[in-house]
């Protein structure tokens, strides 16, 4: 009996232990931004405070810019510091405050709701100066961004939870208002010469009327408010100018510099779809939550500027700026030999079909490397012994396949004839690859068609790497070479990961769990936080949008071979995208090809990154190995959150996958069922 109670107090320990962990890891935290400014306020390094916590000083660091988050006991042992140290710049009630500091009461544990959210209830709304009630302890705007709601008057909603009540009464004293605030975001290189990033203001659309903003944009061609609007003549008056896009969903205003100092805002106006379309989806949100939920893209992305492609493409120019400071101090800067500078013509294979180099082109000339659209036939076999077919999707298939590209910079393309391949030179190779002998059960890695190419045709590096895999000869007959190279997307990747793991770890989702568990968690996220879905959608659009901007086609163009605003930025690079399209493609062929070696099941169809295969039962763990640990086979496709893992797309029956194909429908676009 002593033993069974011996054995029953050592259980409980251990339950007792794990609820203690749970209920720690419920502690809410202050943003990043917030948390370094505590630290920093109080004069203590990251050092000082790592021996304080038991930690290294890189958790802190990490802390800080929540590349990661503290877990356990020690995430209740921070939340405690912070708390202290938000304590120790409170006056004393006697004395007159002599720093204030926004600061929303503290959330409990028992604050918490039973679903993972970003949005602590907050009710913090000190009254304006003047006011006879106003509170002894007045806001002071922090953050990049503050999202402006109107009920009686202005009010200014930021993103640590506080509120400001303001005065201004018009679009100019509402802009005067923020270039005095302080409102700005970090700039996320220290190599560049960039500024800090403009502060945003969004404005709902009650504030967009109390502006006297107009509800919709009648210009519905451009997108932008009639020059002659009475809101863009007070601007003009006030000595603002706007960028040549004018006054639109997401206008950028600003000031001519003076002493070198930039005076500039940039607008989100909601009512005009600002965060609605373009890649945005964010559901309706209150001003608090809608301002939570861009900090929390701004601390793990960057400041919201546009559309998700816009954003996307944005974030790469501030890892990798144009230009850095000279090495003399003073002399001001110098081209950044890691980002891109230069505006480039692309080679003639890489031009896209409106291109003024693709006037003549031939068809077969012009380079394919696209994502695959292709499907099979069952066999016999193949609907005999499995009644379902099961969607395996890859998370963040195309950036996952940026991270340590090699692809060109700065300098244009070098044309060779009958060049040895290299690996590691990117570049356009026309290749003859006719000879290759393939499965016909898998797509064809050479073609976007998934059939076997007919012909010699322009390839990338990857493409040509891959086929140098499968033991075929590779002798390309020309090629053009880019020479200055480098991984211009990594620390882009690394960024879209970082965001879209935490943000996936906020809706209860991580990384190391079993494919089981995977599966089930990701069953329910439908039903989660509808912020934090619409914050993991945005950065999901991000990621592929700020691809899809490489190879910006033409708007409003009625000319062929016409060029187009996009083509005189550095950052359109065809040849860039190609690669990286490239890279997912045979990636994603090499993981079925080892899947059938392993398992003797082949796919379907493949629609871009979603791989159909036939299955016994209607579940994702009936395609995919276990593996060690039940977390799957390395180099297989496997269920798991990671960017380059997959999840469950959908399940349907064979029958249904029999009756698309006879309708000539790949089946893999709409394995999703409706939601």
């Not at 879905?533 to 708007?555: D, F, S």
Request: neutral net charge; hydrophobic residues 40%.
């Amino acid at each position: 009996m002593r033993e069974d109670h011996g054995y029953e107090a050592e259980l409980f320990a251990r339950v007792d232990g794990l609820l203690a962990d749970l209920s720690a890891q419920r502690t809410p935290l202050p943003p990043p931004r917030e948390r370094a400014r505590l630290r920093k306020a109080a004069g203590l390094s990251p050092a000082q405070t790592a021996a304080a916590l038991g930690c290294p000083a890189e958790d802190i660091t990490a802390w800080e810019a929540r590349t990661r988050e503290p877990i356990g006991i020690h995430r209740a042992a921070y939340a405690r510091l912070l708390e202290g140290l938000k304590a120790l710049e409170r006056p004393e009630p006697s004395q007159p405050p002599a720093r204030p500091t926004p600061a929303a009461p503290p959330a409990t544990a028992a604050d918490q709701p039973e679903q993972p959210t970003l949005f602590p209830a907050t009710d913090h709304m000190p009254s304006s100066p003047r006011s006879k009630t106003a509170s002894a302890q007045p806001v002071i705007p922090t953050g990049p961004l503050a999202v402006i709601d109107h009920t009686d008057t202005l009010v200014a909603h930021f993103t640590n939870g506080s509120q400001l009540r303001l005065e201004a009464d018009d679009l100019v004293s509402l802009l005067q208002w923020t270039l005095r605030s302080g409102l700005s975001g970090d700039k996320l290189s220290k190599q560049g010469l960039d500024r800090d990033c403009d502060p945003l203001i969004v404005l709902t659309p009650a504030a967009s009327a109390a502006l006297h903003l107009p509800v919709a944009l009648d210009d519905r061609a451009r997108l932008r408010l009639a020059d002659s609007h009475p809101v863009i003549a007070q601007l003009r008056q006030a000595g603002f100018s706007l960028t040549r896009r004018g006054f639109g969903p997401w206008p950028s205003v600003f000031r001519p510099v003076r002493n070198n100092k930039r005076a500039s805002v940039q607008l989100a106006v909601t009512a005009w779809g600002a965060l609605s379309q373009d890649g945005w989806n964010l559901p309706p949100l209150p001003p608090a939550d809608l301002a939570r939920v861009l900090g929390a893209y701004t601390d793990r992305l960057l400041t919201p500027r546009g559309s998700t492609a816009v954003c996307g493409v944005e974030l790469m120019t501030a890892l990798r700026p144009p230009t850095r400071p000279r090495r003399a101090p003073g002399s001001g800067g110098e081209p950044n030999p890691r980002g891109l500078h230069t505006v480039l013509e692309p080679a003639p294979p890489e031009a896209p079909d409106a291109h003024p180099l693709a006037r003549g082109r031939l068809p077969e000339q012009a380079m394919e490397e696209e994502a695959w659209d292709w499907s099979r036939p069952p066999s016999r076999q193949e609907t005999a012994e499995f009644p379902h077919v099961v969607g395996l999707d890859t998370n963040l298939a195309f950036a996952a396949a940026s991270s340590g590209l090699r692809v060109g910079l700065n300098s244009p393309p070098r044309h060779a004839l009958a060049p040895a391949f290299d690996d590691k030179i990117p570049g356009a190779w026309y290749c003859d690859l006719t000879h290759a002998v393939l499965d016909p059960r898998l797509p064809s890695p050479f073609t976007a068609t998934g059939q076997a190419p007919t012909g010699p045709a322009w390839y990338t590096t990857p493409t040509l790497a891959y086929a140098q895999e499968l033991e075929m000869e590779v002798r390309p007959i020309e090629a053009y070479l880019r020479d200055d190279a480098g991984p211009y997307l990594t620390s882009w990747y690394e960024r879209i990961r970082d965001a879209y793991l935490a943000t996936m770890a906020d809706l209860g989702v991580h990384v190391k769990i079993p494919q089981a568990d995977y599966l089930a968690a990701m069953k329910t996220l439908a039903t989660a936080d509808p912020a934090l879905l619409g914050l993991l959608a945005a950065i999901k659009a991000t990621a592929k949008g700020g691809l899809g901007k490489l190879r910006e086609g033409p708007r409003d163009i009625t000319a062929p071979y016409t060029r187009w605003p996009a083509l005189n930025k550095p950052t359109w690079r065809p040849d860039i995208r190609a690669a990286v399209v490239s890279r997912a493609r045979v990636t994603l062929h090499r993981k079925m090809r080892k899947m059938a070696e392993r398992t003797g099941r082949y796919p379907l169809a493949v629609l871009s990154d979603c791989a159909l295969y036939p299955a016994h039962a209607p579940t994702a763990l009936d395609v995919v190995p276990p593996g060690p640990e039940q977390q799957g086979v390395p180099g297989l496709l496997h269920l798991g959150v990671n960017p380059g893992y997959a999840k469950e797309e959908g399940t349907q029956s064979m029958s249904w996958y029999q009756q698309q194909y006879d309708q000539g429908i790949n089946p893999a676009r709409y394995i999703k069922a409706p939601a």
